[in-house]
């Protein structure tokens, strides 16, 4: 077996070096079996599969919002594709109750009058259909405090409500796509030093529009108005689109939503706002599902380990998607990349001493729900808030209570990998501030510098089903991706599709994540930890509200 050691950044392979070690031997050496990545590089870039797993969750399976059939779809289909590798203790676990699933089957949106012409929109998750085709005026009808509401009570039943302003439009003057520089990622792997906003704080912005949605949508649903109609944020006919609606069964929906090409919705303003009498028809069919606990699962699967098979590796990444593309970017690229990872190992015919555990998240869109019922069940949790007022709240929005309760499985985990930043490659990874996987990780890497992985940074990153590890002690890691044109123009939009991903980012990010799976299975110990988090102190208790407080005030 052909080892390469690292010693601080020196690196060395078995039998060739015979140079002096540079550093202090107290850092201790990395060993990185050559071997196994010869075998992964070899069949990641010559019978990879990742592109035909891609391929299948987004233009055969398509948009998997959570609860929906489409997803239960897509977790049956895994699971099969587990079995055909050969995988072990492939199963399903809920994290019901979830609520309710929603399907769209259909959306048609027409300008009658001054002019007949084909409107593009797409309706919001968890509103409902208009029965039918329906005709009706459209009216200008901004909302945004409870003084609107009074002011256009008793106006507006039977109409369409454009509800925002027009969207300026500029010209791009540089392309939507993006890979790092060296340069970028440079600065990336230095720490950032500037104080991390109080989460809660920037939150009260989102809450206080988050409250008044709901009042919103009564009021609307009261008013009998057909339809109420958003600009989307994006130009050139792409639509961002979440949810509008509720997928809890005991709140109010309101009439159907829609998001509308920026350019459509500019003309339609326009129209409307020089008196000219604008008639719309509209008929959406859209699809409340019952709970269905199949369709509100996380998928796992294994590989057995050996000698230390009571310790365990994870990699994952989200199932589920918004449905206004076909949630290519976010997530099946990195579904399709934890999947082939899985399927190199066990092609290759690696021989794990941990156990490698793969988990395919849903409800990662609403808040991270599938990750953090994981970890809640096995591996640490914390009590439910008593307050009402916070039991209201999205779970991520909810202040931490204490003490944490540590289960058996926290102490078997030597690390969670995760992959959810779109579908660029792989350019290193986030250490999460763990100060002792740094030069581990940089060892790791080093075989892959040709692929342009190169870069490990202490710095923090959110958003992603890491998180959910992270937060209770466990080590969670997510890796450096090129941006691509993700934020710019596939991220929860019309145009997050299969075009939008590259085959050969798939394959490079495949084999760097089965490498670093493949040795954190097989080291002599699991990755060292960060200290466990620390509950707040009662004075800092005291702070974190008097914060709150001025920023609600404000």
Excluded: C
Excluded at 155 to 165: F, H, N, P, R, Y
């Amino acid at each position: 077996m052909r080892l390469l050691h690292v010693l601080l950044g020196t690196a060395f392979i078995t039998g060739s070096f015979t140079g002096p070690l540079a550093y202090s031997a107290t850092t201790g050496e990395e060993k990185v079996d050559l071997d196994i990545i010869t075998k992964l590089r070899d069949e990641a870039m010559n019978r990879s599969k990742a592109q035909e797993i891609f391929a299948v969750l987004t233009d055969e399976i398509g948009p998997r919002l959570t609860g929906s059939p489409a997803l239960r779809k897509a977790g049956e289909w895994s699971r099969s594709k587990f079995s055909e590798w050969g995988m072990q203790n492939i199963h399903s676990e809920s994290f019901a109750p979830f609520g309710r699933g929603w399907t769209l089957e259909k959306t048609t949106l027409r300008m009658i009058t001054p002019a007949q012409v084909d409107l593009y929109a797409i309706p919001k998750a968890w509103t409902p259909g208009t029965d039918g085709l329906q005709r009706g005026k459209l009216v200008i009808a901004r909302m945004t405090a409870d003084e609107d509401l009074v002011k256009w009570k008793g106006k507006l039943a039977g109409t369409i409500v454009l509800l925002d302003e027009p969207l300026p439009i500029k010209p791009h003057m540089k392309a939507d796509a993006h890979r790092y520089s060296h340069e970028e990622l440079d600065e990336l792997s230095k720490i950032d030093f500037e104080a991390a906003p109080n989460r809660r704080g920037d939150l009260q912005t989102y809450l206080k529009k988050l409250a008044f949605g709901k009042k919103l949508r009564a009021f609307l649903a009261e008013e009998k108005v057909l339809a109420a109609l958003n600009v989307t944020r994006g130009e050139d006919g792409t639509i961002f689109v979440q949810e509008g609606g509720s997928y809890k069964k005991d709140e109010v929906t309101g009439p159907p939503n829609l998001v509308v090409a920026s350019e459509t919705y500019n003309r339609l303003y326009r129209l409307v706002e020089k008196k000219k009498p604008v008639e719309l028809e509209i008929d959406v069919k859209a699809r409340f599902n019952d709970e269905d606990p199949e369709a509100a699962v996380n998928v796992l699967a294994e590989i057995p380990g050996t000698d230390k098979k009571d310790e365990i590796v994870m990699l994952g990444a989200h199932l589920d998607s918004w449905h206004g593309g076909t949630g290519a970017t976010d997530n099946a690229a990195g579904v399709a990349m934890v999947m082939e990872a899985v399927r190199l190992l066990k092609v290759t015919g690696f021989k794990p001493r941990r156990t490698i555990r793969i988990a395919l998240w849903g409800g990662e869109e609403q808040g991270l729900l599938g990750s953090r019922a994981y970890v809640n069940k096995w591996i640490a949790s914390r009590p439910e808030p008593t307050d009402p007022k916070e039991l209201e709240l999205p779970v991520f929005a909810r202040k931490q209570t204490g003490p944490m309760s540590i289960k058996p499985m926290h102490g078997k985990i030597s690390a969670y990998f995760n992959l959810d930043n779109g579908g660029g490659k792989i350019r290193g990874v986030y250490a999460e501030n763990n100060a002792t996987v740094k030069p581990i990780f940089d060892a790791w890497l080093a075989p892959f510098q040709d692929v342009g992985a190169t870069t490990t940074t202490l710095r923090k990153t959110d958003s992603t089903d890491h998180v959910s590890f992270d937060r209770v002690g466990v080590p969670g890691f997510q890796f450096i991706q090129d941006d691509m044109d993700y934020f710019t123009r596939t991220h929860h939009s019309s145009m997050d599709v299969y075009d939008k991903v590259q085959k050969n980012d798939l394959m490079q990010a495949s084999m760097i994540l089965a490498s670093f799976v493949a040795h954190t299975a097989n080291r002599n110990d699991m990755l060292p930890r960060k200290p466990l988090p620390k509950d707040p102190t009662p004075e800092e208790k005291k702070e974190e509200e008097k914060k709150e407080a001025e920023a609600t005030a404000k």
